[in-house]
């Protein structure tokens, strides 16, 4: 049986990245390694609820390549399944969320909304539409 996935994120900053994940999409850290303990850790691993998304910073010549920057088609570098979009949504307006698509029934069928985090990364939140 398989329980969960957890994308993988490059990221320049992993600081801000962790900031902007509590702050704006009330996501904890679960777990944070890679440095001496002088505040220099790489590697992250956050959740809410039951989603995980993990996080690297790798070194300053790598840096995000958001799905979307590399071809249209590509709109989004992760789908987190809720079962209420439209709460969500809500919440992360108030949180002042960059929105990169409003809360919609798509053309694919779902009811979903997108953001943009600090790093550009397109994260799309939704259920299937019928439900």
């Known amino acids: 049986m398989l329980n969960s996935v957890a994308p993988f994120f490059i990221v320049d900053d992993l600081d801000a990245t962790l900031a902007f994940y509590q702050s704006k999409l009330g996501f904890?850290?679960?777990?944070?390694?890679?440095?001496?303990g002088n505040g220099d850790d790489y590697f992250a691993i956050m959740g809410r609820d039951r989603v995980m998304l993990m996080f690297k910073a790798i070194?300053?010549?790598?840096?995000?390549?958001?799905?979307?920057?590399?071809?249209?088609?590509?709109r989004w570098d992760?789908?987190?399944g809720t079962d209420d979009p439209d709460s969500l949504?809500?919440?992360f307006v108030g949180r002042?969320?960059?929105?990169?698509?409003?809360?919609?029934?798509?053309?694919?069928?779902?009811?979903?909304?997108?953001?943009?985090d600090n790093s550009g990364y397109v994260l799309c939140f939704?259920?299937?539409?019928?439900?």
């Not at 070194?59 to 590509?74: D, G, K, L, Y």
């Not at 069928?109 to 953001?115: H, P, Q, S, W, Y």
């Not at 939704?126 to 439900?131: I, N, Q, S, T």
């Open 89 to 91: 949504y809500t919440e």
């Open 126 to 131: 939704g259920r299937p539409a019928d439900k």
């Open 59 to 74: 070194t300053p010549e790598v840096h995000p390549q958001p799905n979307p920057s590399r071809h249209e088609w590509a």
């Open 28 to 36: 904890d850290v679960l777990h944070k390694c890679g440095g001496d």
């Open 78 to 80: 992760a789908y987190i």
């Open 96 to 116: 002042e969320v960059p929105v990169h698509r409003e809360l919609a029934n798509t053309n694919d069928g779902l009811r979903a909304f997108e953001i943009t």
